[in-house]
């Protein structure tokens, strides 16, 4: 009975379609059959692999978040920016920052969303826009922090605890974290509720607004968390950085089977969908595809995932609409 | 025909003038008015003849906002349209310089636009449990990237004979056509949305879409029949962006989808669908353009134009709500 | 009293007029410089001397950057421009093509039209400026991987987009004279795109190193590429690969060394400071119709020297700075400061 409910749940299905990618690109390039390589990967994608859980909790709600990336450049620059003028030195200190400058936009834009009303889409592209420009303004119109303006801070993209890059625990922990949240938690379960029906959760006794306020804001959090990681992992800060990044991590989580109408999805889908949009631009190369045809290629494969994940459900909700008949 | 008008403030009647002054679009177009004061007084070459001469390029991207906002009303979205400006646009040139006449070009563009249109139509209709962002996301990408096979290395084509594309960008008197163009079409998508069977349907289905289908409308068909639309409206647009800069390139029309929701949300058109009219999107569109053109021309930070933008659209879309739900408390 | 104070004002006003008449030959002159994007760090070091020097020939100088960095923003730029009506435009070109219709607009309109850093094709232009002869920045890189490679074996290069004007210039130059016998032994197995993003540049880094395990060197001529494939190599202890390109002192310090634990023994850029001030001046030249932009004229800085107009390879004309400048352990402490 397990194993039947098991096989048959969309994490399941994604969790094959990886083993399947994985397989096909080490058979083809046995370089990826590698620990480094896997490592390498997600330590590359630790941006969209963070900020993934947040968008995770984002669209259980029904919402949906685009200005993310600006949120991360704003967090990121203003930790940049600091640490190359000397005002920081210290690493932790530097994170704090980070973290607290994305927990505040994420929470003005959570403010808005369940305060005045605004549309979760129109609320964030207008912080697309503001944050953006802010991170902009920060960099004193277009400077860069390199590496060698980051101090220490930039060890943290290369240092490692127990063998693995301090990077990939943060991921570890992020995940492990939200894991335990969503799967056994008041909160996590009164998320799911405000996604499945907010009405119905209101009325029993949830503040469906808080709800949003808070995972907005934890986005935001994340966000600045992703800022620091992604200002780490290539030693530099650039106002325009992760621009565009925010489709890769939507996509991330409508591929893990997260749904943009709220109230499905999972931890553990999102890690798998994660790992799919990692693994795309990371296959690509290595499967010798030419350079100018992999950007065509990316899309057709998101497409194909999602499609074929459609299609797989259709046949799963038929079986099982066969088996009620017997 | 309650939930039509858009964002109103007050209640006020349903008589469409008394609508169109103490509703959103009066105040739209208070705001179009105090722009151009603004504009007027903020920028010296701020004048008829340069508003006329700089706008073109913000007009192609109104054709896309007078389909989007079918697409909104419905309560979907499309990001994949800047991507098939940019194929649509290719094409043309390739069209072009392969000695094609040019009323032909013009043909084959607004088709290409319109196959990549289709696409979507056949794939959200066909896989409608599908949100409709992640299948223009996919898109969106794909035909970005078919357009940087067919550049190939170089990414950039420009035409060799412009005389068709300078015929479509000339002027009649100091207005140019394209301004003809929009306003026609805008008047036809604003009866067509709000004054046609076809336009309530598609209210309905922003509104409940599961009601709606069980009232007898063919929801899928007219989803189909919208995103099919879009893709022509981005081949009309692509026409134009060819023709303000004799070629294309793979980063032609980036952003344009951006561009043409912030216009229709700004006009009062809900993203969460069966909210907003035409005629909103339409003086919100100019708002945006004046606005844009005006900061522009005293050389204003781009940066700082979008922020400038952001600040708009969130105030556009949370201020009636703030000030509706202050009034309400004021009643008790 | 009145009239005291009048005949005061007026002194002080032509005293005013007199000496900044005196103190350039640009004075009241407007010039645009359009960047290729805000937040390009490369862009803003040539801007400010360029600034500097047109303002000290008492030229206005605005600096405007477009929105994205796309073709389509340089265009809403330029309309903008066009109805301000400055005395010359100097671009960096975002594309080669798509500003022809808008640039063309503002020569007509009597705007003349210099471009440095980046070209739009030669119909879109009065001058343009380059920063080193194409050439001569493929010779230099090309040397550098035949050094770094000791003569043979394999190299890639790692570029920015496939639309990036002047980088498709250095690379075709490159493999042009990599059909030399000299560089006979070096195989150039691939081209890769890093879109110059930090992610998609390391991503296509590892996979070269991947894919190839004998390759020897990876040459990015662009600073973003340079930056992060360095990084990824310098990251990894065991990796031989030796990396070169363009790239900005600044960015490059912590990488460049000629020891092992150095990524990058070396790497070009040419002087970004003197690019914008030539840019100014040959911009100014032609406003006073000093030059007209055809090939064979020169025209004369002070402090720098005499500058001639020469043929460019897509037909257009250029001025052509000098060569690449050479940055290494040496110098890049000092360079670094700079820029």
Redesign the interface.
């Given at each position: 009975m397990n194993l039947k409910k098991l096989t048959g749940s969309r994490e399941f299905l994604l969790f094959i379609i990886v083993i399947a990618m994985f397989a096909i690109v080490s058979v083809v390039?046995p370089?990826?059959f590698s620990f480094n390589?896997v490592t390498?990967m997600l330590k590359?994608?630790a941006?969209t692999l963070v900020m993934a859980l947040g968008m995770l909790g984002v669209m259980l709600v029904g919402g949906i978040d685009i200005s993310i990336t600006s949120t991360l450049a704003l967090s990121g620059m203003t930790i940049g920016m600091l640490l190359k003028y000397n005002h920081i030195s210290s690493t932790l200190l530097a994170f704090v920052i980070a973290i607290a400058i994305g927990t505040a936009c994420g929470a003005l834009v959570g403010l808005l969303i369940s305060r005045a009303g605004v549309p979760p889409i129109i609320a964030s592209m207008g912080f697309m826009y503001i944050y953006r420009a802010m991170g902009?303004l920060i960099?004193n119109?277009?400077?860069?922090a390199?590496?060698?303006?980051l101090g220490s801070f930039?060890n943290f993209?290369?240092d490692k605890l127990l063998g693995l890059s301090k990077v990939i625990w943060i991921i570890i922990v992020c995940y492990i974290v939200f894991f335990f949240v969503m799967k056994w938690t008041r909160i996590g379960r009164q998320v799911y509720a405000v996604g499945s029906n907010a009405e119905a959760a209101e009325v029993s006794g949830i503040k469906v607004k808080n709800i949003k306020l808070m995972v907005h804001t934890v986005m935001g959090f994340l966000a600045g968390l992703a800022g620091a990681l992604?200002v780490a992992?290539?030693?530099?800060a650039?106002?325009?950085?992760?621009q565009g990044?925010e489709m890769d991590v939507i996509a991330a989580c409508v591929i893990g089977g997260v749904s943009m109408s709220g109230g499905r999805g999972s931890v553990i889908g999102a890690l798998l969908g994660a790992l799919i949009m990692a693994m795309i631009?990371?296959a690509l190369?290595?499967l010798?595809i030419d350079?100018?045809w992999q950007n065509m290629i990316k899309g057709v494969m998101i497409l194909a995932v999602v499609v074929i994940n459609v299609i797989l459900q259709r046949i799963a909700q038929r079986n099982a609409l066969a088996r009620r008949e017997m | 025909m309650a939930g039509k008008s858009g964002r109103s403030i007050n209640n006020v009647p349903e008589s469409p003038i008394k609508k169109l002054i103490f509703g959103w679009e009066g105040i739209l177009i208070l705001v179009f008015i105090g722009v151009n004061i603004f504009c007027k007084w903020f920028s010296e070459?701020y004048n008829m003849f340069?508003l006329l001469?700089?706008m073109p390029?913000?007009l192609a991207e109104v054709f896309l906002m007078l389909v989007m906002a079918f697409i909104l009303v419905m309560g979907e979205i499309d990001i994949s349209v800047g991507a098939t400006v940019c194929l649509a646009a290719t094409m043309a040139c390739i069209a072009s310089n392969a000695g094609i006449p040019f009323p032909l070009v013009i043909l084959i563009t607004l088709l290409v636009g319109t196959c990549c249109g289709l696409i979507n139509a056949v794939i959200l209709t066909n896989f409608s449990e599908l949100p409709p962002m992640i299948v223009t996301l996919s898109t969106q990408i794909i035909f970005r990237g078919i357009a940087?096979i067919v550049?190939?290395?170089?990414?950039?084509?420009?035409v060799a004979n412009?005389a068709g594309f300078k015929a479509i960008?000339r002027k009649i008197g100091s207005v140019p056509l394209i301004l003809f163009l929009v306003i026609i079409l805008a008047v036809f998508a604003a009866i067509v949305l709000g004054r046609s069977t076809f336009g309530r349907k598609v209210y309905a289905i922003g509104t409940n879409r599961l009601a709606a289908r069980y009232s007898g409308v063919a929801v899928q068909k007219i989803r189909f029949i919208i995103y099919t639309l879009m893709g022509t409206a981005a081949g009309l647009c692509a026409l134009f962006?060819v023709?303000?800069?004799?070629?294309?390139?793979?980063?032609?029309?980036?952003?344009f989808e951006m561009d043409a929701i912030a216009m229709a949300v700004f006009g009062g058109i809900s993203s969460t669908g069966g909210k907003g009219n035409m005629i909103g999107g339409i003086i919100s569109a100019f708002i945006i353009v004046c606005l844009?053109?005006g900061l522009?021309?005293r050389?204003v930070?781009?940066?700082v134009?979008?922020l400038i933008i952001g600040v708009l659209l969130i105030a556009a879309v949370a201020l009636p709500n703030i000030l509706g739900s202050l009034k309400k408390a004021v009643k008790k | 009293m009145k009239k005291l104070l009048s005949v005061l004002l007026v002194t002080l006003l032509v005293a005013g007029l007199m000496t900044s008449a005196l103190a350039g030959t640009a004075d009241g002159k407007k010039i645009?410089l359009v960047g290729k994007?805000?937040?390009?760090?490369f862009?803003?070091i040539a801007a400010a001397s360029f600034k500097e020097a047109g303002e000290g020939e008492g030229a206005t100088i605005?600096v405007?950057?477009?929105?994205?960095?796309?073709?389509?923003?340089q265009?809403?730029?330029l309309?903008?421009l066009?109805?301000?009506q400055p005395d010359a435009i100097c671009i960096s070109a975002?594309?080669?093509?798509?500003?022809?219709?808008?640039l063309e607009e503002a020569m007509d309109a009597g705007i003349k039209v210099s471009s440095f850093d980046s070209a739009p094709?030669p119909a879109s232009r009065q001058v343009f400026v380059n920063q080193a002869g194409t050439v001569a920045v493929g010779q230099a890189l090309i040397d550098a991987v035949y050094d770094m490679a000791g003569g043979e074996g394999q190299w890639a290069i790692l570029s920015a987009?496939?639309?990036?004007?002047n980088q498709?210039a250095w690379i075709d130059a490159m493999k042009k004279l990599a059909e030399d016998e000299k560089y006979a032994k070096l195989e150039l197995v691939?081209?890769?795109?890093g879109d110059d993003e930090?992610?998609?540049s390391?991503?296509?880094t590892?996979?070269?190193l991947?894919?190839y395990p004998d390759l020897k060197v990876i040459c990015a001529p662009t600073t973003?590429g340079i930056?992060?494939a360095a990084?990824l190599v310098q990251?990894k202890p065991d990796c031989k690969v030796k990396i070169t390109g363009l790239g900005?002192p600044?960015?490059?310090?912590?990488?460049t060394g000629a020891d092992d634990a150095h990524s990058c023994p070396y790497f070009y850029l040419w002087d970004m400071q003197l690019l914008g001030k030539l840019s100014a001046y040959a911009t100014i030249a032609l406003i006073n119709g000093d030059i007209t932009g055809a090939e064979g004229e020169s025209f004369t800085v002070e402090g720098l020297g005499e500058f001639s107009i020469t043929a460019a390879d897509d037909g257009g004309t250029e001025i052509v700075q000098g060569l690449p400048l050479q940055f290494n352990a040496d110098n890049i402490e000092e360079m670094?400061k700079l820029y």
């Open positions: 390039n370089v990826f390589a390498d590359n994608n941006v902009y960099s119109g277009g400077e860069w390199s590496a060698a303006a930039k993209g290369t992604q992992v290539y030693a530099s650039m106002p325009n950085m992760a990044g631009p990371k190369p290595l010798h350079a100018l | 070459y340069n001469r700089q390029v913000y940087e550049l190939g290395s170089g990414g950039s084509i420009s412009t960008s962006m023709a303000s800069s004799y070629g294309a390139n793979t980063t032609t029309g980036t952003g844009r053109i522009g021309q050389n930070n781009g940066q134009i979008l | 645009a994007s805000a937040g390009n760090a862009f803003e605005d405007v950057y477009p929105e994205a960095a796309t073709a389509d923003a265009i809403k730029v309309d903008n066009i109805s301000q975002n594309d080669f093509n798509a500003l022809q219709a808008k094709n987009t496939s639309q990036a004007t498709n691939e081209v890769a795109y930090p992610q998609k390391t991503d296509q590892q996979a070269l991947d894919n973003v930056m992060a990084k990251d900005l600044s960015e490059m310090l912590e990488y670094a």
